[in-house]
RNA sequence: GGUGGCAUAGCUCAGCUGGAUAGAGCACCUGCCUUCUAAGCAGGCGGUCCUAGGUUCGAAUCCUAGUGCCAUCACCA
């Protein structure tokens, strides 16, 4: 492509005597005849005339200068260039020999990056928002180390503040020593139980308050069961060791549960932070900033940071009673996270786009601190996933739990395989794993196909498609290619550089080798999706090519051999585009 | 009210830094299993790209204003 640049710029000012710097090259739509298209009109600026006369013009300066180019033709201003089939069987024969085709391996010259994601609280278990946050972290951390970055894979853990002091109390109450093992629950499952049960003990409380002449505000901030929460934070604070056991029981509970939901769902992280570790560090630096004058304290001494030079509002960064809010623990966070990475050259956070204004705020703090990585925050952030009925809350128990959705989707991968009935010879041990990743593939690829920023309505009741645009096709097909390639037992190791192509060959090739810059595209725009549907436009153009064509059929050795090629080709990007969406393939289905 | 995001076919979504007649899937209707896996392929139906202006040879894409939905503007996290 820079070589036909080059031409051209000389062909140009050879045919009109000046000089382009840009020239803008794209592929030619499929109506038209033509590998790459260039568009005329962006040239009329500097060279005057008829544009269609000045493609023609051009075009045959092209063909008779570049070996590649074999023809052209000009459809109003676009002129487009046939290159010849050689080309493209050079261009594919360094595809298929390139180990790792598309990814860039890691070079010592660029800085680490940390994605954070999942980030829970442990005061209940996971449920399908958590889903879209740890298939979109997870992926976009694999999507960046394919592009040459090194990638620590984090999360935060939330593990202190009101909301688990409430799950504690009301099992401390109502729960008759429960355990995840005296109950078989997971232990997630337990507690999350157990701050449901606060809460409708509270609202209990609340409606009794009314009932006695309190108002509705009133109650809410008077009732017992809140006020006995808010002491045993307190508590929890200086210490209190029979409150601190109880906590770090619970939470384990959690942690169990969790680690488990993990598995199931496939995603890792290389380092756990957890809130009670680092939010000390983070009342240090807002000490040493209000010093410095970056920070400012109110009568009450509060400590704020004015931004409203920035556009933004004045904003707390330490409450009158000297404890910790959110902004200072996350402060903390990443300052730590620098300390014990020193490689590291940047962050990403996979936070719901519900937090954009808190991500705002702190990347300038932490930019007015005058850390020089600073430059380097990206909030990946990401729209709600809402059900018909609405919001997900999971007080009211309107959740769609990360657990159970695994399962169904198990389960409809199942029925639809047993069904079709094509497994003959797998042991059940392998039926239920190949289940496993069919349900897990439609899941995960339902969600990262569509652009993060995007919220998502789920509808529980219309279940998740296996045809058309889904993972089980693109699984499909990746199958589908692996039962030729069994069957293919003959030599195709051979380059082949002399054959005409079909054009639902040339159309396969064309796709296959945009997939190294595919990745460099999703990667800068942290985008799964991009990635999602580039391996559904691959996989519609070789289904195409699969049915247009013999493969192990074909009785001319050469093309056979290129054909099953290319077969593999395909199935090796799937594989690899799939592995950034952290689905698996399989063998057969 | 201030700020940010989103708006494309009945539904779910693509459409890269502006380019040719706006594309897929689902749903609905036709065909194709005697050949490498039909979870597939080929075709049909379906559009005021939210509205109105502007920039440009050219706008779904960029700018301005408006409308609608969502989020946010807490000594909650």
């Known amino acids: 492509m820079k070589k036909i640049k080059k031409i051209l710029q000389k062909g140009i000012h050879l045919l009109y005597g000046v000089e382009i710097d840009k020239i803008e090259f794209q592929a030619t739509r499929k109506d038209f005849e033509g590998d790459i298209t260039i568009v005329v009109f962006s040239f009329l600026k500097t060279i005057k005339g008829n544009p269609v006369e000045i493609g023609n013009n051009l075009g045959s300066y092209l063909v008779e200068n570049v070996d590649e180019v074999v023809n052209f033709n000009v459809v109003k201003g676009f002129l487009n260039l046939v290159f010849s089939d050689t080309y493209f069987l050079t261009n594919f024969s360094e595809i298929y020999t390139s180990e790792n085709f598309g990814f860039v391996s890691t070079t010592g010259d660029n800085k680490s990056v940390m994605v954070e994601y999942s980030s829970p609280?442990?005061?209940?278990?996971?449920?399908?928002?958590?889903?879209?946050?740890?298939?979109?972290?997870?992926?976009?951390?694999?999507?960046?180390?394919?592009?040459?970055?090194?990638?620590?894979?984090?999360?935060?853990?939330?593990?202190?503040?009101?909301?688990?002091?409430?799950?504690?109390?009301?099992?401390?109450?109502?729960?008759?020593?429960?355990?995840?093992?005296?109950?078989?629950?997971?232990?997630?499952?337990?507690?999350?139980?157990?701050?449901?049960?606060?809460?409708?003990?509270?609202?209990k409380e609340i409606l009794n308050l009314i009932a006695n002449g309190y108002t509705e505000d009133e109650a809410k901030k008077?009732?017992?069961?809140?006020?006995?929460?808010?002491?045993?934070?307190?508590?929890?604070?200086?210490?209190?060791?029979?409150?601190?056991?109880?906590?770090?029981?619970?939470?384990?509970?959690?942690?169990?549960?969790?680690?488990?939901?993990?598995?199931?769902?496939?995603?890792?992280?290389?380092?756990?932070?957890?809130?009670?570790?680092?939010?000390?560090?983070?009342?240090?630096?807002?000490?040493?900033?209000?010093?410095?004058?970056?920070?400012?304290?109110?009568?009450?001494?509060?400590?704020?940071?004015?931004?409203?030079?920035?556009?933004?509002?004045?904003k707390i960064?330490?409450?009158?009673?000297?404890?910790?809010?959110?902004?200072?623990?996350?402060?903390?966070?990443?300052?730590?996270?620098?300390?014990?990475?020193?490689?590291?050259?940047?962050?990403?956070?996979?936070?719901?786009n519900e937090q954009d204004y808190h991500f705002k705020v702190l990347f300038l703090i932490l930019k007015k601190l005058g850390y020089?990585?600073?430059?380097?925050?990206?909030?990946?952030?990401?729209?709600?996933?809402?059900?018909?009925?609405?919001?997900?809350?999971?007080?009211?128990?309107?959740?769609?739990?990360?657990?159970?959705?695994?399962?169904?989707?198990?389960?409809?991968?199942?029925?639809?395989?047993?069904?079709?009935?094509?497994?003959?010879?797998?042991?059940?041990?392998?039926?239920?794993?190949?289940y496993k990743t069919i349900g897990l593939g439609a899941l995960k690829y339902h969600i990262l196909k569509v652009d993060p920023k995007k919220r998502i309505l789920f509808d529980p009741a219309a279940s998740i498609d296996f045809n058309g645009n889904t993972g089980p096709f693109i699984q499909y097909?990746?199958?589908?290619?692996?039962?030729?390639?069994?069957?293919?037992?003959?030599?195709?190791?051979?380059?082949?550089?002399?054959?005409?192509?079909?054009?639902?060959?040339?159309?396969?090739?064309k796709q296959l080798a945009l997939f190294p810059e595919i990745i460099q595209l999703a990667a800068s725009n942290f985008s799964p999706a991009i990635i999602a549907n580039y391996t559904y436009d691959l996989v519609k153009e070789y289904n195409s090519f699969y049915q247009s064509v013999p493969i192990l059929g074909c009785e001319n050795l050469q093309e056979k051999i290129f054909r099953t090629q290319l077969s593999r080709q395909v199935s090796e990007v799937i594989k690899s585009a799939f592995q950034l969406l952290g689905i698996d393939v399989p063998e057969r289905m």
């Open 121 to 203: 609280n442990t005061n209940k278990p996971l449920h399908l928002g958590h889903i879209r946050n740890n298939l979109l972290g997870y992926s976009v951390a694999e999507i960046i180390k394919a592009s040459g970055k090194k990638v620590y894979k984090t999360q935060i853990i939330n593990d202190r503040g009101i909301h688990i002091c409430k799950s504690m109390l009301a099992w401390q109450r109502y729960g008759n020593n429960e355990t995840p093992e005296n109950t078989g629950l997971k232990g997630d499952k337990l507690v999350g139980n157990y701050y449901v049960r606060f809460d409708q003990e509270y609202k």
């Open 222 to 314: 008077q009732a017992p069961i809140l006020l006995e929460a808010q002491q045993m934070l307190i508590k929890w604070e200086a210490g209190d060791s029979e409150v601190v056991k109880l906590w770090k029981n619970m939470n384990q509970w959690v942690y169990d549960g969790f680690e488990q939901t993990y598995k199931n769902l496939g995603v890792d992280f290389d380092k756990n932070y957890y809130e009670s570790e680092t939010y000390l560090l983070g009342k240090d630096v807002v000490a040493n900033g209000l010093e410095s004058g970056i920070f400012f304290k109110k009568e009450d001494s509060s400590v704020w940071i004015d931004l409203t030079d920035e556009g933004l509002d004045e």
């Open 317 to 352: 960064v330490l409450r009158s009673d000297g404890t910790a809010v959110y902004m200072t623990q996350d402060i903390g966070t990443a300052i730590q996270r620098i300390k014990d990475y020193t490689d590291v050259g940047g962050l990403v956070y996979t936070v719901g």
């Open 372 to 434: 020089n990585w600073a430059e380097n925050l990206y909030h990946l952030s990401y729209g709600m996933v809402d059900l018909p009925s609405g919001k997900m809350k999971s007080r009211e128990g309107t959740v769609v739990d990360a657990d159970d959705l695994l399962i169904d989707m198990t389960n409809t991968a199942r029925e639809i395989s047993e069904e079709l009935g094509k497994l003959e010879g797998y042991t059940d041990g392998e039926k239920e794993s190949l």
């Open 477 to 509: 097909t990746y199958a589908r290619i692996q039962s030729i390639l069994r069957k293919a037992d003959f030599d195709y190791s051979a380059t082949i550089n002399d054959i005409s192509l079909h054009p639902k060959e040339k159309s396969v090739l």
